[in-house]
């Protein structure tokens, strides 16, 4: 199966190219690559671990953590990816990995005064 195999234009997501950092595991290594494009459906990563049509893997992408994912093709050094039942949300994919959104700070307690510099210590 190649990547135009993957699917017919009409039910693919919409594809955004992006340069983005993500964390690759297998069964036996974790590994960082780059993303070529992205959907809400998939990717095109670069594949450095020479992933193979068929391998499942988790990755994470920006805030969006542990993705289940199938390679359903590789060449060319690249490899596409296909998420397993879910859509992803490309916003919170593109964040960087340790960016973490104000409704989910702490609000209360020492632990949301960490880093003021009046705390006593």
């Excluded at 969006?64 to 390679?71: D, F, K, M, Q, R």
């Excluded at 296909?82 to 949300?89: A, N, P, S």
């Amino acid at each position: 199966m190649n990547e135009d195999d993957a699917a017919t234009p009409a039910e693919r997501s919409r594809r955004d190219s992006v340069i983005l950092n993500a964390r690759v595991e297998t069964s036996d290594q974790v590994f960082e690559c780059r993303v070529r494009n992205l959907s809400e459906t998939g990717a095109c990563i670069d594949n450095p671990a020479e992933l193979m049509p068929g391998d499942r893997v988790l990755i994470t992408l920006g805030t969006v953590h542990h993705i289940e994912a199938t390679v359903r093709w590789a060449k060319g050094g690249r490899a596409g990816l296909h998420f397993e039942g879910v859509r992803i949300d490309i916003v919170a994919a593109r964040r960087p990995r340790g960016t973490v959104s104000p409704a989910s700070r702490t609000m209360a307690g020492w632990l949301d005064n960490i880093h003021n510099p009046y705390r006593r210590g």
